[in-house]
């Protein structure tokens, strides 16, 4: 039986690349991209879902015969502070959409992203434990938290195959920063490329856990693909990357930018911070299904800045015809 992908979200920082690599993997007419609105860079299938209709994304599923679900729309943290009401609203009610649809279709796998936004106070900010305590600070992160219980009780009280990761944040090119309190760690780079100011939202010595995008995509695969016995947390999966500072991103791009100009304006985004870990332990993962990160700050900064640069090559007259 082909495996049939459905992704749920994909026009998403994660879910665009995430979707070409499952593209590559199964084949193009086996994975069905599906986001709010039509996404045009896609190529093979697009369906317009509304995950908050769980009629529609039942319908999709059977019409494609779904075996798979990944499961990546939600609002973000930083954004989510501006609606926390509506952000708990639309993330547990995506969530259980999903969930309900693949029990009664008998989906043999979903995949639900969790965050490190799961962690408060409570956990250690040094090499933080899968079983931490969680305390969460944000909506977006009480929402993951009481989806990781969710997800662990489907699979123990209806056998369904519910697997997460824990991201840190994703540092990508593909695509502009989504509303993450991370998501300096992206923007950061286009203002080099382009020769402007970055004025960073965080202080400079704020150290938080990154990943590469190309690491997160090939964890995300790795772990789904991994066989049913080895999976032992049910909850979700911490995994590391590299983990710095604003000031060590800038230290790096430098290198090759000596002019490039940074001020620091923290706003209600550092608070967020500085209630995350440092650094991660993901020892869980490296045991139960072989993870290991390839890229550090170094070799992330290289990619982006040769990455953007061959982006905004295109249409440099005219920044807004470029597309991420």
Sequence with gaps: MDTVVLVIGANGQLGSVLTAALQKKYGIDNVIASDLRSGDNFKGIFEIIDATDRDRIHEVVITYKVTQIYHLAAILSAKGEETPLATWDINMKTLFNVLEVSRINNINRVFFPSSIAVFGEGAPLEQTPNDAYLDPATVYGISKAAGENWAQYYFLRYGLDVRSIRYPGVIGYQSLPGGGTTDYAVDIYHKA?????????????????????????RATIALMEAPKKDITIRTSYNIAGVSFSPAEVVSEIRKLYPDFSVAYHPDFRQEIASRWPKSIDDSSAVHDWGWQPEFDLESITTIMIQKLKEKYKIGAKNRKVLMF
């Design 193 to 217: 490329v382009l020769g402007e100011k970055f004025d960073c939202f965080l202080n400079n010595d704020t150290t938080l856990p990154m990943i590469f995008m190309e690491d997160a995509i």
